[in-house]
T-cell receptor, first 113, second 116 residues
Framework: AQSVTQLDSHVSVSEGTPVLLRCNYS??????LFWYVQHPNKGLQLLLK??????LVKGINGFEAEFKKSETSFHLTKPSAHMSDAAEYFC???????????FGTGTRLQVFP | GAVVSQHPSRVICKSGTSVKIECRSL??????MFWYRQFPKQSLMLMAT?????????EQGVEKDKFLINHASLTLSTLTVTSAHPEDSSFYIC????????????FGSGTRLTVV
């Protein structure tokens, strides 16, 4: 079965320090992988997506993620956190040959001044 | 970019009444729309998938008679919560699939439903 695991429910960082949000996936074939961000009581905004092209994917707002097949990981990083990055982040997998998205449980990012 | 408008953003209704939530794709044709439910501090759970002009496909455990989904046009899908009860209170989010953008997904801003 396809699934995605976000290893941290909460991550706290200081403004200006790096961000690492971890995600592991399980998929029989090459999946499509996404990172979405959700601010309180808002919909989801796409940060970036991997669709079997370059393994290092650059997204919006300085975020990037690296697809590592050997580790079945798709961790999200940002070199320097900003206060506005505080939100809920979802790692999402779309298994091969389906349009359905499978969401991870989310990671709440807190950014302290 | 692609925009999905979801309305209303918040609604409070009495137990036993029905509530309709609309999801519109403003600048693209959405052949497929998805409806999700999100409980506080939890992830999104797919409720159903709707394709324009055909019946919605519901996920296991979702009552199709309680959550009526209509996808009458390529730009509009509606979710009606019938005979609402307090346990139906939740955050509902729609997503539209954009054929023109390599089947990308665009999400609405969500609807906070409170049943009292």
């Amino acid at each position: 079965a396809q699934s995605v695991t976000q290893l941290d429910s909460h991550v706290s960082v200081s403004e200006g320090t790096p961000v690492l949000l971890r995600c592991n996936y399980s998929s029989s074939y090459s999946p499509s992988l996404f990172w979405y961000v959700q601010h309180p009581n808002k919909g989801l905004q796409l940060l970036l997506k991997y669709t079997s092209a370059a393994t290092l994917v650059k997204g919006i707002n300085g975020f990037e993620a690296e697809f590592k097949k050997s580790e079945t990981s798709f961790h999200l990083t940002k070199p320097s956190a900003h206060m506005s990055d505080a939100a809920e982040y979802f790692c999402v997998v779309r298994p091969f040959n389906t349009d359905k998205l499978i969401f991870g449980t989310g990671t709440r990012l807190q950014v302290f001044p | 970019g692609a925009v999905v408008s979801q309305h209303p953003s918040r609604v409070i209704c009495k137990s036993g009444t029905s509530v309709k939530i609309e999801c519109r794709s403003l600048d693209f044709q959405a052949t497929t729309m998805f409806w999700y439910r999100q409980f506080p501090k939890q992830s999104l759970m797919l409720m159903a998938t709707s394709n324009e002009g055909s019946k919605a496909t519901y996920e296991q455990g979702v009552e199709k008679d309680k959550f009526l989904i209509n996808h009458a046009s390529l730009t509009l899908s509606t979710l009606t919560v019938t005979s609402a009860h307090p346990e139906d209170s939740s955050f509902y989010i729609c997503s539209a699939q954009d054929r023109g953008r390599n089947y990308g997904y665009t999400f609405g801003s969500g609807t906070r439903l409170t049943v009292v």
